[in-house]
């Protein structure tokens, strides 16, 4: 599985993005997905994720109830949708494919995408 992230740029806070991650290979309507985010000099963190049916999400704290993951099997593409941005939302966006364990847990996923900048204005 390849994934291609696409979607960031730079916004003011308070304003909105869409990311997608689209996949090439097989099987990708097999797996659960994940977005991750990374920040200058911080640890790679868990953002959200959806199962493979689409049916379940869980999110991180940090971005309930602003962010939205949504994914189109028939597309092979996961969706970020980020509304009310926080400069603390600024940071390299990565997807990636949920093989097991732990869905906030890095080490679950592999196949990851090559990430998209998200930064955020005051």
């Known amino acids: 599985v390849q994934l291609q992230a696409s979607g960031g740029g730079l916004v003011q806070a308070g304003g909105s993005l869409r990311l997608s991650c689209a996949a090439s290979?097989?099987?990708?309507?097999?797996?659960?997905m994940g977005w991750f985010r990374q920040a200058p000099g911080k640890e790679r963190e868990f953002v959200a994720t959806?199962?493979?049916?689409?049916?379940?999400?869980v999110y991180a704290d940090s971005v309930k109830g602003r962010f939205t993951i949504s994914r189109d099997n028939a597309k092979n593409t996961v969706y970020l949708q980020m509304n009310n941005l926080k400069p603390e939302d600024t940071a390299v966006y990565y997807c990636?494919?949920?093989?097991?364990?732990?869905?906030?847990?890095?080490?679950?996923?592999?196949?990851w995408g090559q990430g998209t900048q998200v930064t955020v204005s005051s």
């Open positions: 290979g097989r099987a990708f309507s097999s797996y659960s």
């Open positions: 990636a494919v949920h093989t097991g364990g732990n869905y906030y847990s890095v080490g679950a996923y592999d196949y």
């Open positions: 959806i199962r493979w049916s689409g049916g379940t999400t």
